[in-house]
């Protein structure tokens, strides 16, 4: 799957009406999310601007990768590989999918 991200900077009084705004549409829940972010000892991953991390919303956990990230002004373009996982690893072996990281 191919990702594509924008991130903006916006001043507190703009997201004060995005906010009252969205809340006139629906009623706002709330939601546990919880980022586990894995690497080598010696930052490999980060150092090539891959993520590998356990996305836990709620009570499901999901394996993400993010890799070949590529910025193009403020557009970020990455592929990512998702899958979802029964427990947080305190530990990750390479897959064979990862390559040489």
Known sequence: MKEKELKSLIPKTSWDKI?????????ARNILQVNYYYDTECLKLHTKGN??????????LKLQYK??????????????????????????????WLGDI
């Not at 705004?21 to 629906?26: E, I, K, P, Q």
């Not at 947080?88 to 072996?93: A, L, R, S, W």
């Open 19 to 27: 906010e009252n705004y969205l809340n006139t549409m629906a009623k």
């Open 67 to 96: 890799y070949n990230k590529q910025q193009n002004n403020k557009i970020i373009i990455s592929e990512e590989y998702e899958c979802q996982v029964g427990n947080i690893p305190i530990y990750i072996e390479s897959p064979t």
């Open 51 to 60: 993520t590998l991390r356990i996305r836990q919303v709620d009570s499901t």
